[in-house]
């Protein structure tokens, strides 16, 4: 069935320049959404596993193979513990949070002491990484081993460029033969906002015109490949 392109509505402009950086902030983050999250593993100085969740991430290109996490800097000015770690020794460990560990990720940004280790705090298990120092989270589906390839300073930022060295994806969810991501057991969380999530488990495809379904009539979605396998 064939929907009528939506109306033109009235819209607000709203000039940047005469806004607060909070209120930039709150406009920015409640409407740019939904944001995947990166669970971070740092280590800190005396060797401490810090972990911490944040949600100005994603992807940023394949050569090289290169993802963002922007990090902002405490309200007396210091940086976080993953900010500072990563200027510091160069490298992390970025996890995708799914439904099964949605709970612990955001516990995770909860304000502890540099000595104490997030991973512990929530309960999570660590397993070595290959090529970097902080070790990755056993119970994430996937984790990307990350050296730090360039960064941007702002007056209130941090934004870290890392460069993927090794992958991690839990058993059964990658076809390394045809490189396809088996999706039905893949449940990532995002970011919608404050402490608010959604998760992903509503997908549908948008159809191509003149395009048949699985019973031949054309404008209807067919793929030829499964949304679940891709």
């Known amino acids: 069935m064939n929907e009528s392109p939506p109306t033109p509505q009235a819209s607000q402009a709203i000039d940047f320049e005469q806004l607060t950086s909070y209120q930039r902030y709150k406009l920015m983050a409640s409407l740019i959404v939904p944001r995947p999250i ?20 994603n992807m940023l290109g394949e050569d090289p193979p290169i993802v963002m996490v922007s990090i902002n800097r405490q309200h007396d000015g210091h940086l976080k513990d993953t900010a500072a770690n990563i200027l510091r020794e160069k490298e ?28 512990d705090h929530v309960g999570f298990t660590t397993l070595p990484s290959l090529a970097v120092k902080p070790p990755r989270i056993a119970e994430a589906p996937v984790s990307f081993e990350c050296v730090l390839h360039e960064t941007l300073e702002t007056p209130s930022r941090y934004v870290f460029i890392g460069r ?48 048949p ?16 396998e891709i």
């Open 38 to 57: 990166a669970l971070i593993t740092t280590l800190s100085p005396g060797g401490v596993v810090n972990a911490a969740p944040f949600s100005m991430f």
């Open 92 to 119: 992390f460990v970025v996890h995708m949070a799914d439904e099964a560990i949605a709970t612990q990720m955001h516990r995770c940004g909860e304000s502890l002491p540099p000595e104490h280790s997030e991973i």
């Open 164 to 211: 993927l060295l090794w992958m991690h994806a839990r058993e059964g969810l990658i076809d390394t033969e045809r490189w396809r991501v088996h999706l039905q057991h893949y449940f990532p969380v995002a970011r919608f906002g404050a402490s608010f999530y959604i998760n992903s488990r509503e997908r549908f495809a948008i159809p191509q015109p003149n395009e």
């Open 213 to 228: 379904d699985q019973a031949g009539q054309p404008g209807d979605s067919s793929r030829s490949t499964s949304i679940d």
